[in-house]
């Protein structure tokens, strides 16, 4: 049988968080994976303290740990080392190896192959917690929180309640729907011949944590004439609280970090626009109550107090 998906996972500094997200890529977890032919690179890209591969023996993955030596601060080199080792037709990268997926982002994004020839597909974006991470750790979140949130709903037993304890990336978006077109995932589908040929993973994207590399990357896929974009609806991608280069910054801060970001993608694609002009194929369900955004939003709301009934 032939490799069908190959997980490309980029970890930096990540003990807590790796073990979760490797139990949302198992072959118990993910809907119809059980038969799926796939593995999942696991690139520790230079950790200080590099990843213990005891901390999820008991998990049932198919994956494959690669440590860089000497490595770049960016992700950038350790995309382009699980690529030119990935076997499967499809890639799925995720560069920010702390996200937990709901069950059915395998079967609903592998779907989108057998509808469309060519799609590049994307799952939502969302924070764990009841704010985005940048604002709420501010205001006390921290991993202690986090790890009662998640005990709370007894995940992983059942993930779509992940949407319980979870905030979609809203992307300066003043209302926020599954249509709304998406610019960036962290975890995002498509053919690894189609990757392979726009030559990876752009290496000049050279800051920490990569600056503007995930825009980069997704921006250039779905604008070949050739692909099909594709959001995945009732299905999300959830940021565990680490130390990341931009989420944990303050707002100043994180300010000053955007516009080096900024001005560094406009010297290397001589283009101010960050986002792709194309227009996205909708794919999906709604698992659960719990699933749908605007509901989400309005709990959100109503507990920060900007919402009365």
């Not at 979760?20 to 890529?25: A, G, N, V, Y």
């Not at 990843?51 to 690669?66: F, G, H, K, S, Y």
């Not at 990935?86 to 989108?112: E, K, N, W, Y």
């Amino acid at each position: 049988m032939s490799m069908k998906l190959s997980v490309i996972l980029i970890s930096y500094d990540m003990a807590r968080e790796i073990p979760r997200t490797l139990q949302s890529l198992s072959r118990g977890y993910q809907q119809g994976a059980l038969d799926l032919a796939y593995e999942v690179l696991l690139v520790d890209n230079g950790s200080p303290e590099p990843l213990n591969e005891a901390t999820w023996a008991d998990v049932d993955v198919p994956v494959r740990l690669i440590r860089v030596q000497d490595a770049s601060p960016s992700p950038a080199g350790a995309i382009n080392i699980a690529l030119q080792e990935a076997q499967g037709d499809v890639i799925c990268l995720m560069i920010d190896g702390a996200h937990i997926l709901t069950p059915g982002a395998f079967r609903m994004a592998l779907a989108s192959y057998q509808a469309f020839d060519n799609p590049v597909v994307a799952i939502r974006y969302f924070y764990l917690g009841m704010g985005e991470q940048p604002v709420s750790i501010i205001q006390g979140y921290d991993q202690e929180v986090e790890d009662k949130l998640l005990e709370r709903i007894q995940w992983p037993v059942e993930g779509y309640r992940l949407f319980e304890i979870g905030t979609p990336l809203r992307s300066g978006a003043s209302r926020l729907t599954w249509f709304n077109r998406m610019f960036e995932a962290n975890c995002l589908f498509m053919k690894r011949s189609l990757f392979a040929d726009l030559g990876g993973a752009d290496e000049r994207f050279n800051y920490p944590g990569g600056g503007f590399l995930n825009l980069d990357i997704f921006k250039r896929l779905v604008e070949v004439p050739e692909v099909t974009p594709v959001q995945i609806i009732g299905e999300g991608s959830f940021h565990q609280l680490h130390g990341g280069t931009t989420t944990n910054s303050s707002g100043e801060q994180r300010d000053s970090r955007l516009e080096k970001y900024r001005k560094q993608y406009i010297q290397i694609r001589e283009c101010e626009e960050l986002v792709a002009d194309v227009s996205f194929v909708y794919m999906g369900h709604m698992p659960t109550t719990a699933s749908n955004i605007t509901a989400v939003e309005r709990r959100r709301a109503r507990q920060a107090g900007e919402l009365v009934d």
